[in-house]
């Protein structure tokens, strides 16, 4: 069982800067990987970026490309997102999520079994 705790988020203007962290603890194995999810009112949940815990491998939704950068803190257990260059589209609960996923659906929230409560982020125009 993995536990997952975020902070962070909250209002910011279009071009600012936010970061969100999520902390985990329980057991977790060799291919361990850590993801950040969004949804926006009346949208599906959509993947972010997720890294890979034992080798920092990570990968970028298109829409964040460049704007998003996800790092761990391997003492600490937890992982960031530091998300720059903000825009009213970025506006949506963002959910930390945990898991061994197959390198296969790493994009895919059914194949993180663990689920931070979700932290809100608006952005404002």
């Known amino acids: 069982q993995v536990q997952l705790v975020e902070s962070g988020g909250g209002l910011v203007q279009a071009g600012g800067s936010l970061r969100l962290s999520c902390a985990a603890s329980?057991?977790?194995?060799?291919?361990?990987?850590m993801a950040w999810f969004r949804q926006a009112p009346g949208k599906e949940r959509e993947f972010v970026t997720f890294i890979r815990w034992s080798v920092g491998n990570t990968n970028y939704a298109d829409s964040v490309k460049g704007r998003f950068t996800i790092s761990r803190d391997n003492a600490k257990k937890t992982v960031y997102l530091q998300m720059n260059s903000l825009k009213p589209e970025d506006t949506a609960v963002y959910s930390c999520?945990?898991?061994?996923?197959?390198?296969?659906?790493?994009?895919?929230?059914?194949?993180?079994?663990?689920w931070g409560q979700g932290t809100q982020v608006t952005v404002s125009s």
């Open positions: 329980g057991r977790t194995y060799s291919n361990f990987a």
């Open positions: 999520a945990a898991g061994h996923p197959d390198p296969t659906v790493e994009y895919a929230s059914s194949a993180y079994p663990y």
